[in-house]
C-alpha cells in the first residue's frame, strides 16, 4: 500500500517557462501501474475540464514523453489543475489517489481562500447532464404528442411524484427565492435523483407508446413517485428534505479561480526589478 507525498509531486514536476507534471510519471505518483488504465481517467478529467467551461487542451497538453527505458510515447503535459481533476475521477480505493486528492484541494483552498468541496465537482457535471437529459425527455414527450403549452404542466407532474407538491411550492419549502432555478442548489445526490427521474421517464414513454397529455403527465408523476421510493429506501430521506447548497454558479467560479491561481503559482516567475541608485 503506497502513500501520496506532496514533496514527491512537486519534486516529479517539470519546468519549461511553466511547471507541468507528465501524465506518465502522475499515473505512477497516483499508484496506477498502466497506461491504459489511467487514460481512462484522464479522459474524464478532461471531461470535467470542458464542463466547466474550461479549455481542455490548456490543462492536458499533448506531449512525447521516453520512459526509463528509453521508449518514447505519446502522454499529456498535466498542469496543477488538470492533476487535481486527475485525482477526482482516480479510483478512491488507492490511498493514493485519496491523499493526492486531499493535498491537492488543500493547495486550490489555499489560493482562493475558499473551500473546495469533493462533491462540487460531480455537481457540476450531474447538473450538466441533467440539462441535456430534461431536453431529451421533452422532446419526447412532444414527439409523444405533448402541446408547448402543457410543458408546464408536464414538468410539474414530475416534481408532484418525487416530491409529494409542485415545482412552485417546493422552492418555498426549501427557503429559495422564486426567481431561483432550484436544479442549481441541489446537492449532488438530489441532482442525480431528478437525472435519472428525466432519463427513466423518456424511457417509459418511449417503451410503452405513451401517447397524449393525459398519459404523459401520468407517467411523469408515476416515474416520480417511483423514483421517491427508490431515494427513501436507499437514504431514508425524503426529498424535499435533502438540504441545499451553493448556488453552482458559485460552485463553477470557484473551481474556475482555483484554476486561474494555480496558472499563477506555477507560471513564469517576474525577474526581481533592478533597484536602480539615485545620482550622487
Not at 470542458?50 to 521516453?66: C, E, N, R, V
Not at 417546493?170 to 449532488?188: C, E, P, Q, R
Not at 435523483?193 to 421517464?201: D, E, I, M, V
Not at 448556488?247 to 536602480?276: N, Q
Request: proline residues 3%; contains cysteine; aromatic residues 8%.
Amino acid at each position: 500500500m503506497g502513500d501520496f507525498s506532496i514533496q514527491a509531486f512537486e519534486d516529479a514536476g517539470q519546468e519549461n517557462g511553466t511547471r507541468f507534471w507528465y501524465a506518465h510519471v502522475f499515473m505512477g505518483v497516483l499508484g496506477y501501474e498502466t497506461w491504459t488504465s489511467f487514460q481512462s481517467v484522464i479522459t474524464k478529467a478532461m471531461g470535467s475540464c470542458a464542463k466547466l467551461g474550461l479549455d481542455p487542451t490548456d490543462a492536458f497538453i499533448q506531449a512525447t514523453y521516453t520512459d526509463e527505458t528509453g521508449k518514447e510515447c505519446k502522454t499529456y503535459k498535466l498542469t496543477r489543475f488538470a492533476c487535481l481533476l486527475v485525482t477526482v475521477h482516480g479510483d478512491s480505493k488507492k490511498p493514493e489517489v485519496a491523499q493526492a486528492k486531499a493535498a491537492l484541494a488543500a493547495i486550490a483552498d489555499r489560493l482562493i481562500g475558499e473551500k473546495i468541496h469533493d462533491q462540487d465537482l460531480g455537481r457540476i457535471e450531474t447538473r450538466e447532464d441533467l440539462k441535456l437529459a430534461e431536453k431529451l425527455m421533452s422532446g419526447v414527450a412532444q414527439s409523444a404528442g405533448l402541446q408547448a403549452q402543457d410543458f408546464g404542466l408536464f414538468k410539474d407532474a414530475g416534481f408532484r411524484g418525487m416530491y409529494n407538491m409542485g415545482l412552485r411550492q417546493l422552492v418555498s419549502y426549501k427557503g429559495l427565492d422564486a426567481s431561483k432555478t432550484l436544479y442549481d442548489f441541489m446537492g449532488l445526490e438530489e441532482l442525480a435523483g431528478n437525472l435519472f427521474r428525466a432519463t427513466q421517464t423518456a424511457a417509459r414513454i418511449k417503451s410503452q407508446g405513451t401517447r397524449g397529455r393525459d398519459p404523459l403527465l401520468h407517467t411523469a408523476k408515476t416515474v416520480g413517485a417511483e423514483v421517491r421510493q427508490m431515494m427513501v429506501r436507499n437514504s431514508g430521506v425524503n426529498p424535499e428534505a435533502l438540504p441545499i447548497s451553493d448556488d453552482i454558479g458559485l460552485v463553477r467560479r470557484r473551481m474556475k479561480s482555483a484554476d486561474r491561481e494555480m496558472k499563477k503559482l506555477d507560471g513564469p516567475k517576474k525577474a526581481p526589478k533592478k533597484r536602480i541608485s539615485p545620482p550622487k
